[in-house]
């Protein structure tokens, strides 16, 4: 824009490299201003929740400060909980939560395909599957720690059910929606019912089981905490239970942060594995 | 001894109805009449939504038909075979499974040992060009490269008969040119008999030996022409010859017909 530059004897090469550093740079300090103002954000929405407690105007004892909710949490962290240390509460919620999202993943996959390959099924257990997905399935957290008693197999029980629908559903879905010429194409080269459902449609269902993966190990931490929560000996579900049964409002946020950090965790190594199994996919697509 | 003589595929006042989702029915094939000679290259042509494909999947035995008879080899077809290769219109390759592994497929569906498998695949992508593309996957390949990733893994399971629904349609005319070439090459090789359906009447003048025209769908036989060509040939240079000419403007005045009664259904339906 320049004079200089006009004027100069440079080449079409040298402006083009200009104009591509300068629009680097352009990036390069976008990037810089939008996480400034994320941190700006976060600051500020704690600074003003820390202030608005510590003057009265909201109310301390219910809603706490972000100072105590990390006092509370480097407590924890430093000489454990009332139920033991912090380590143990979070890798039992971890376990039940995996186990039970292991479980509900395994058995939605496998029926999902099942009926999504088999019309009969499907015609027959459509209406009944309906039936249990329209039932609120937290309730029955409940029910599952009268049947199975205050060890993990209540909370693992009620991940599984909460994993389980959104699981089958896409991968009933998926099923459904494998591209017809693929299977018309194994069909001609001699695949059998069996390799086309192995090699077919299981493959092509994957990319719509992700998409329920992501959200599901969400619903599996929910079974493990509301289990926990409704009556445990270990967890941190237990643990905002008691720091609630103590008033200790601090204590219930601190769990929320720890769980928020878990699942972000969670999260992260699925994306990972996502990437691995889904090389062969276009990467505009992949995203 | 009757297997010797008896045609490669023959369909026998063959229909097809289906169901609509509506729940009317819709007759796509009927009382087809249709003789492909073993090693005989027959193109169909007709106009657009005819039924033509309905005739392919009805000899490859992915569908049933409703009355009629289909014989392969003088046997009524039963299911999918293992004599038949279907090249498809659309893209049909494994998108997660690499080049070599979507050109292994069809021998290890058949339970070819891996090893000999992949040695058969081989052979295959490096005469269609793409011994050096063998660790991609289809998405990283052009139209042209994916099509002939699926001729490779239709010939590698060596079919005595090759069905092959407008498979060049999605290519562009130059990339198109190159491959009916390249398909005139590997059957040569091979001597299946190929149905070769297609809406493009130059392409199956090219390619053919015999010109199936069919009527406005529902789909029948109109007319066969013999296609007298002289073999090699190079589709680019055979369209220029005279020969081609007149035998495209005698088809063209039975195919042309068709054409125009589809077109007037199209405009009534719309209006």
């Known amino acids: 824009m320049s004079p200089e530059v006009l004027s100069a004897p440079s080449s079409v090469d040298v402006v083009k490299s200009d104009r591509a550093h300068s629009r ?64 143990a509460q979070i890798w039992v919620t971890l376990q039940e939560a995996l186990v039970g999202w292991i479980l509900g993943v395994v058995s939605g996959v496998v029926s999902g395909i099942a009926l999504g390959r088999v019309a009969f099924l499907a015609d027959v257990l459509g209406p009944y599957i309906k039936v249990l997905n329209s039932i609120p399935r937290i309730v029955l957290a409940p029910i599952f720690v009268i049947w199975f008693g205050l060890g993990s197999a209540s909370k693992i029980a009620s991940a599984v059910v909460l994993v389980f629908f ?122 | 001894m009757s297997a010797e003589i008896s045609p490669a595929i023959e369909l026998r006042g063959a229909s097809k109805v289906f169901r609509t989702p509506a729940g009317g029915l819709h007759t796509a094939v009927r009382e087809l009449d249709l003789t492909v000679g073993r090693g005989e290259f027959v193109a169909v042509v007709g106009p657009t939504g005819c039924g033509k494909s309905t005739t392919l999947t009805l000899v490859s035995g992915l569908e049933e038909p409703t009355e009629g008879e289909v014989l392969v080899a003088g046997e009524p077809v039963d299911g999918v075979g293992d004599k038949v290769g279907f090249v498809f219109q659309q893209d049909a ?28 695949a081989r052979e295959w992508l490096a005469r269609v060009g793409l011994a050096a593309f063998e660790d991609r996957y289809p998405h990283q390949l052009s139209g042209g490269q994916r099509k002939r990733v699926a001729l490779a893994a239709t010939f590698v399971n060596d079919p005595e008969i090759l069905l092959m629904d407008e498979p060049f349609s999605a290519l562009d005319v130059q990339t198109r040119a190159l491959m009916s070439d390249e398909l005139l090459e590997l059957w040569e090789g091979t001597g299946a008999s190929v149905v070769f359906v297609t809406h493009d009447l130059e392409e199956s003048i090219a390619l053919a030996d015999k010109v199936v025209v069919m009527t406005a769908g529902p789909a029948t036989v109109k007319q066969v022409f013999d296609i007298d060509l002289p073999r090699p040939r190079k589709v680019e240079s055979v369209r220029l010859e005279p020969r081609f000419i007149e035998i495209y403007r005698e088809i063209w005045e039975s195919l042309g017909e068709e054409v125009r009664i589809t077109r007037e259904r199209g405009t009534a339906h719309v209006a």
């Open chain 1, 166 to 287: 959104p699981v089958f559903f896409n991968a009933f879905q998926g099923a459904r929606e494998v591209d017809r010429n693929l299977v018309a194409n194994a069909r001609i080269l001699g695949a059998s019912d069996r390799r086309v459902t192995l090699q077919v449609v299981i493959p092509s269902a994957t990319s719509w089981i992700f998409t329920s993966l992501h959200v599901s190990f969400g619903f599996a931490l929910i079974g493990a905490i509301v289990g926990e929560y409704i009556g445990a000996t270990q967890g941190i579900g237990l643990l905002v239970a008691q720091s609630q049964g103590t008033f200790n409002a601090a204590g219930v946020y601190a769990a929320m942060v720890i769980l928020a950090v878990v699942a972000l965790a969670a999260e992260g190594l699925l994306t990972f594995a996502e990437r691995r199994i889904f090389r062969w996919k276009p990467s505009d697509s992949g995203q």
């Open chain 1, 24 to 87: 680097a740079r352009a990036a390069r300090r976008r990037k810089a201003v939008v996480a400034l103002a994320r941190v700006l954000l976060l600051v500020a929405v704690l600074g003003l929740w820390e202030v608005l407690s510590r003057t009265g105007t909201i109310d301390p004892f219910n809603f706490s400060m972000p100072s105590k909710i990390w006092d509370q949490i480097h407590t924890w962290v430093m000489h454990g909980t009332a139920l033991g240390s912090l380590g």
């Open chain 2, 93 to 120: 390759t494994f998108p997660w499974r690499t080049v070599l592994s979507n050109v292994m497929a069809g021998p290890r569906f058949r339970g070819v040992p891996k090893a000999e498998a992949r040695q058969k």
